[in-house]
């Protein structure tokens, strides 16, 4: 069965440090990746997305990810953060062709950004 | 554009009435909408997957009389929690995929349900 880690469950850091959130799936596919972030109080949104060519995607918000198809990896990073990236961050998977759209999420990491 | 809203945001129940939950895409038409439970801090879990004018696929575990699922457009499903109890209290999401094909899904804001 497919699953989606999330390495971290909890990170906290101060404004201005680096961050990085890793994700591994266990697909030997196809498969396109998101990264959704939800803020306290909020719904999801999505981040960034990759489908295909560039292995490095930017998103929203100075959020950029890698895919590394060899380490079946999806890892997020943002180089300075800010007290508003407080969030929790969901990895998400989808296995092409045969998931019908459904999407496997991680189990989340909540980031704290201390000011 | 890609808005998806529900409604109610949040609900407070009898234990053993029954709730409905309204998954809607507003600006775009949606093939497939998917429910999700969301547990405190916790991940999503995919309950069901909605396909408009068919019938409702549940994931492993999910009872589908409990939880029973409408799609009859293409910008509407919805959610029927029967007899709820305080174990069905939670965060229930929806989400949306666009008919154009996009392999990307739209999320709702998500309902609260409580159930006393």
């Known amino acids: 069965a497919q699953s989606v880690s999330q390495h971290n469950h909890h990170v906290i850091l101060s404004e201005a440090a680096s961050l990085e959130l890793g994700c591994n799936y266990s697909y030997g596919g196809t498969v396109n990746l998101f990264w959704y972030v939800q803020y306290p109080g909020q719904h999801l949104q999505l981040l ?60 989340g990491t909540q980031v704290v950004v201390t000011p | 554009g890609a808005v998806v809203s529900q ?35 916790q991940s999503l879990m995919l309950m069901a997957t909605s396909n408009e004018g068919s019938k409702a696929t549940y994931e492993q575990g999910v009872e589908k009389d409990k939880f029973l699922i409408n799609h009859a457009s293409l910008t509407l499903s919805t959610l029927t929690v029967t007899s709820a109890h305080p174990e069905d209290s939670s965060f229930y999401i929806c989400s949306a995929t666009p008919t154009s094909g996009v392999h990307e899904q739209f999320f709702g804001p998500g309902t609260r349900l409580t159930v006393l």
């Open chain 1, 48 to 107: 960034l997305k990759y489908f295909s060519g560039d292995p490095l995607v930017k998103g929203i918000k100075g959020f950029e990810a890698e895919f590394i198809k060899s380490k079946f990896s999806f890892n997020l990073r943002k180089p300075s953060v800010q007290w508003s990236d407080t969030a929790e961050y969901f990895c998400a998977v989808l296995r092409l062709p045969d998931s019908w759209g459904k999407l496997q999420f991680g189990a």
């Open chain 2, 7 to 41: 409604h109610p945001s949040w609900v407070i129940c009898k234990s053993g009435t029954s709730v409905k939950i309204e998954c809607r895409s507003l600006d775009f038409q949606a093939t497939t909408m998917f429910w999700y439970r969301q547990f405190p801090k």
